[in-house]
């Protein structure tokens, strides 16, 4: 009697600690449970668009999602693997045929990629459309950085085996690249990094002022608003150089991209360089240049699950020194206004996007603006 109880106790600690595992793959602590002792990382995080990552709290990704034929036909979100990766139903998101749609009512549908979840990456999983995280079983235990840290009272701090955490691995998860069915990349970055030392993390994540805790007063933080495309350009604006240069037909406006990657990632955007020559009391506008990589089908352009082509890419590459000629001669006391800048959404899509009247996706964005004497 006694052998068989015991027989039955182990089975179900077995079960129970895997069916527990399982579960805790898919519960995080909530963003706001932080909110109390990373105050400042709290508030940073809460502007950035990995918080603003849900159909609900991001026009422009919903707008694409409305149209998708997952939406309508299958009701299965399979976004969520990127954009709702703490939602307590990942698994009926992704699993075949199922039925998983993204709502308000549900917390952890819009905690986007969370605290918690973000500090839990233990590994990356590569695969050919999109790679896969690992995320720890231990609910309560963050991956950091810092080598010299006090204990917190709210979770365990992991920083051995944290290379990820330093060096960008642990955004490639989702950013590395996402493939649709005909093999087509439709957004991609690269991790290998020419700049001496660059990183994801070190571009994306720099150290500013302020406390990383309540609890144990520092001068700096890692800041964690992710400047990108949306929010924070200033912050990004160093790792691309303007110069412009006069020669005998005008001058010449030379863009040099120190990332690692093309200026814009998305084939929803559109750059724009805008240049004026101001000649004493007149201003005198030159033709807009205009970057962008268009993807499509039978040589027109197409939603990212029909494109099965790069119809034309003529973004800024990862790195790439480009020089743009403007046969406007240039006189003494001349003065050359460059602005570099982007629509989050191509004008050209908004119609049919539905996006006409959404700020967000209409507003030209100003990167960088420079001013040269001649
Ligand atoms: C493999 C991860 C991954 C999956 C799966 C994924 N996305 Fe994304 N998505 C991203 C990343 C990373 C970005 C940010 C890219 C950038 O800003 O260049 C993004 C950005 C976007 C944007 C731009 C949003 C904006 O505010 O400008 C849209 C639109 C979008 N995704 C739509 C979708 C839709 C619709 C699905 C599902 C059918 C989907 N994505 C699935 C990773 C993913
Ligand atoms: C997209 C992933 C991601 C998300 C989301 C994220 N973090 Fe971080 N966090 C990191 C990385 C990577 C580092 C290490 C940065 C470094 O070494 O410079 C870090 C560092 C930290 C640090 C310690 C180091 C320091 O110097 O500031 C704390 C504390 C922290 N994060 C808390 C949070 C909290 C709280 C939130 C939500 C409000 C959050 N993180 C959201 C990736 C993330
Ligand atoms: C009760 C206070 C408290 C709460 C709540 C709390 N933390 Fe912390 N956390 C700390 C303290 C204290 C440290 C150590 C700070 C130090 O040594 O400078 C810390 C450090 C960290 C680190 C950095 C480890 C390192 O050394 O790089 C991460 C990551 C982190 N917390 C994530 C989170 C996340 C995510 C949440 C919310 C889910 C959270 N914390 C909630 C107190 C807290
Ligand atoms: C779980 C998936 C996931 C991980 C991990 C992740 N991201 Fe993101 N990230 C996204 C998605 C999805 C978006 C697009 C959200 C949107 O626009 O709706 C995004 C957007 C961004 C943006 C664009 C912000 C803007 O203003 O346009 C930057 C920059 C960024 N992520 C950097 C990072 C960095 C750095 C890391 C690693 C420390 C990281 N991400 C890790 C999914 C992820
Ligand atoms: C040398 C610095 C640098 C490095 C390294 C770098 N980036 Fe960027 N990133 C930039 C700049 C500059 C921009 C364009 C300016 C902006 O978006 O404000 C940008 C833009 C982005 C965007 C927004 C693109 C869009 O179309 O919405 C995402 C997402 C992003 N980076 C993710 C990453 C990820 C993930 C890595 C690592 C694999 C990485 N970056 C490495 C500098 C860098």
Redesign the pocket.
Known sequence: MKKVMFLIASLLTVFSVSTMANDDVHKF???E??K???TQIYEEFSGSMHVHSTPQKDPIHKAVWDKHPAKNKKEQYGCGKCHTPAADNLDKMLNKGEKAMPVMSNKTHQEGIS??YC?RIEAIELHKKSNTNIISKKEKN?????K????????G?V?DGNEHMQNGNVCIGCHSHKKNKYGLNVCSTNIDNTLDKANCVSCHMPKVDGS??N??K?DKHTFHGFPGAHSNLDMLEKYVDIKVKKDSKGFKVNLQNHSSHSLLLHPLRLAVLKVSVISGEKTTKLKDETFARVIGKDGKPAMPWVADKTLRDNMLQANENRTLKYDHKLKKGDRVDVTLGWFLVNPKVLKPLKLKDVEVATKFNIFKKESFNF
């Not at 963050?142 to 810092?146: L, V």
């Open positions: 602590a909530s963003n449970d932080c109390a002792c990373h605290c918690a500090h963050y991956f950091g950085t810092k010299k840290h006090i204990n917190s009272p709210f979770h701090i920083t990383v805790s609890l144990n520092t």
